[in-house]
Structure formats: C-alpha cells, structure tokens
C-alpha cells in the first residue's frame, strides 16, 4: 500500500518558521497532488497549501508567508511556514492523490504533525 510520513512540526515563537516534509513511499506509480490540510482546535480540517502539475494553491490565511514545494523523484512535499502567528496552530496533515503501480487511482493521509504558535 501506500505510507505517508511527515516530519518538522513543534513550537515556535510568532513570527518564526518551521519547515514541514512529507515523503510518501509504497506502491506508487505516479504522484498526481501532494499537499497539506491543517486542523485547529474545534475547526473543521481545511486547505493549506497543495500543488498539482499546474502552480501551487494557497489558503488566504497563509498566502504571502508559506511556500510549498515538490520533489518528485523522492516522492517528498515540504511545507515551509514563514512569519508564524498564533492563529497556525493546528495538527498538519499531509495527502497525496495518486496512481498505484497495480490499482486504481487513491487518496492517503498522513497520521499529523502538531504545530504550536505561541504569542
């Protein structure tokens, strides 16, 4: 099947960064959509970032502070977070929409990855 592992999460000052890395390993053929969704505290999970073969797509809460990129021959997303503020916190999750080498086209998450933003 397929794993998704994510790393870089934790605490961090407003106003600092943290990078966030997916890498995705498995039965993958070919990887359609990376991304990350994040979920606050009493909030439904929403969209961060994500990006396809066209360009990047961005909340309007992070636009301007977060970039994500795409390594495709190590099948990785990174998420680099810029000017934090408290209203980031949340558990960060990663997916991937892909093609299985013997399957069908499918959808993966990631187990989350905590970031605090204190004020």
């Known amino acids: 099947q397929v794993q998704l592992v994510e790393s870089g999460g934790g605490l961090e000052q407003s106003g600092g960064s943290l990078r966030l890395s997916c890498v995705a390993s498995?039965?993958?053929?070919?990887?359609?959509?990376m991304g990350w969704y994040r979920q606050a505290p009493g909030e439904q999970r929403e969209l961060v970032a994500s990006?396809?073969?066209?360009?990047?797509t961005y909340a309007d809460a992070v636009k301007g502070r977060f970039t994500i990129s795409r390594d495709n021959a190590k099948n990785t997303v990174n998420l680099q977070m810029n000017s934090l503020q408290p209203d980031d916190t949340g558990l960060y999750y990663c997916?991937?929409?892909?093609?299985?080498?013997?399957?069908?086209?499918?959808?993966?998450w990631g187990q989350g990855t905590q970031v605090t933003v204190s004020s």
């Open positions: 997916y991937v929409d892909l093609l299985e080498r013997l399957g069908v086209r499918g959808q993966y």
């Open positions: 498995g039965s993958i053929f070919a990887i359609l959509a």
């Open positions: 990006v396809t073969v066209g360009r990047p």
